[in-house]
């Protein structure tokens, strides 16, 4: 269960902003604050993919690579307070393409695929709006940029 301030500050979650009061309330019933201390590895590439990640306070980096030699020649990025990760997850299980370390305690609410799908089958709408709201925010970049989409393609060939 998650705290009141936590649930003004999810509002704000791209996911989250379309969602009606009584979902916004089941969708709160099934997110878990968790706490992470510098260098704690969240997952790491290769894992399997099974929750969405916010983090509230603190922040971490986004690794590429398979052991710990690579990362800092592959730092993605960097993420803070307000940012989210593992989206994915949501939509299916998969495998973590990448490695996630905190760098700065952190505090993260995380809601796990297996709890968002019973969620889904219960209420139809609310898993359409968070996956729509996922979909968007994917296919965003691409829209901005779409030379960016063909060296992707181009990329995976």
Known sequence: ???????TFLQNIPFFTELNHEQLKKL???I?????SKGAMIFKQGDESDSLYIIRHGSLDIYRGESPQDYNEHLIC?????HFFGEFSLIGPT???TTAIVSKDAHLLQLKRQDFELLAEEDPALGWLVLRAIARHVIAPFQDQPEFFFQAIRHLE
């Not at 960097?78 to 307000?82: I, Q």
Request: net charge positive; aromatic share 4%.
């Open 95 to 97: 495998t973590r393409l």
């Open 32 to 36: 878990v604050t968790t706490v992470h």
């Open 1 to 7: 269960m998650i705290r009141e301030k936590d649930r």
């Open 78 to 82: 960097s993420l803070h307070a307000g």
């Open 28 to 30: 709160f019933g099934k």
